[in-house]
Nanobody, 131 residues
């Protein structure tokens, strides 16, 4: 059974940092991509970053580029999202989700930000940034 669990969120002041973690199990880690998707109240879900667990390539939405950094520890089945220089508009529930690499490769880099492409989802972790 595929399971994903995001944790590490919290309340921080603008300009602060957090490290979000995603623990995953139940699938062949190297054959998947993991994405971080956020959703703010009243807004659509937004894919902010994803990583190919096979080759380590990583991608970022323009809204977070230069501030967020995604990484993985395949030996521990963990994916991390370091979020720096946080802004109030980063306030959202942050979710990690998984899809098979062949799906991501067929969709292409930009389409892999689309939350609809992800098959498996974990419970999210809340990030709240105060001004």
């Amino acid at each position: 059974e595929v399971q994903l669990q995001a944790f590490g969120g919290g309340l921080v002041q603008a300009g602060g940092s957090l490290r979000l973690s995603c623990a995953a199990c139940g699938f062949s880690f190297d054959d998947y991509v993991i994405g971080w998707i956020r959703q703010a109240p009243g807004k659509a879900r937004e894919g902010v970053s994803w990583i190919n667990l096979g080759d380590g390539s990583s991608y970022y939405a323009d809204s977070v580029k230069g501030r967020f950094s995604i990484s993985s520890d395949n030996a521990k089945n963990m994916v991390y999202l370091q979020v720096n220089s946080l802004k109030p508009e980063d306030t959202a529930g942050y979710y990690c989700a998984a899809q098979e690499q062949f799906t991501a490769q067929a969709m292409g880099v930009q389409s892999t930000f689309d939350p609809l492409g992800y098959e498996y989802w974990g419970q999210g972790t809340q990030v709240t940034v105060s001004s």
